[in-house]
């Protein structure tokens, strides 16, 4: 199969309580799961820049990214359907408050992203639906200090 590159950026937000922000994903073609805010580069754009544009559309924050903590090669089907080879970025980011506005997502977002929710580490490891990245938790308690 071939697959498309897709660079993306990744956004790790906490909040002031050191929980971190996921979307729940319910597509058509497979069980609901949860993400980190981010996506894919625009043609031309760098990953910082990435991820403060997605942070901004998907959260409403506008917010440095700071530098990036972790990459990661992963090979999956999108929302859309095509069979990506992803090189993900991830940023992570201190938000000032824990309230967001959607009202950036486009059509898509608004369909399949149905809800949000800020999760401390405790409850990540006892939610019962998948997660990405697989090894959040790990992410978060190795960088929490980097967060801008």
């Known amino acids: 199969m071939?697959?498309?590159?897709r660079p993306a950026a990744r956004i790790i937000l906490l909040d002031p309580s050191g929980r971190v922000l996921l979307f729940r994903f319910d597509p058509d073609d497979r069980p609901p799961f949860w993400c980190?805010?981010?996506?894919?580069?625009?043609?031309?754009?760098?990953?910082?820049?990435a991820a403060r544009r997605e942070l901004r559309e998907e959260t409403g924050l506008?917010?440095?990214?700071?530098?990036?903590?972790?990459?990661?090669?992963?090979?999956?089907i999108t929302i859309e359907g095509v069979p990506v080879s992803a090189d993900e970025r991830y940023f992570l980011i201190r938000a000032p408050g824990d309230a967001i506005d959607t009202g950036g997502h486009t059509?898509?977002?608004?369909?399949?992203?149905?809800?949000?929710r800020w999760f401390?580490?405790?409850e990540l490891a006892a939610?019962?639906?998948?997660?990405?990245?697989?090894?959040?938790?790990?992410?978060i308690a190795q960088n929490a200090g980097a967060a801008q």
């Open 2 to 5: 071939t697959r498309a590159e």
């Open 36 to 49: 980190t805010p981010g996506g894919a580069l625009d043609p031309g754009e760098d990953y910082p820049s």
């Open 62 to 76: 506008d917010l440095d990214p700071g530098p990036e903590i972790a990459r990661r090669q992963v090979e999956f």
């Open 107 to 116: 059509a898509l977002e608004q369909r399949v992203m149905t809800r949000w």
């Open 120 to 122: 401390s580490l405790a």
């Open 127 to 139: 939610l019962d639906e998948h997660y990405f990245p697989e090894d959040l938790a790990d992410l």
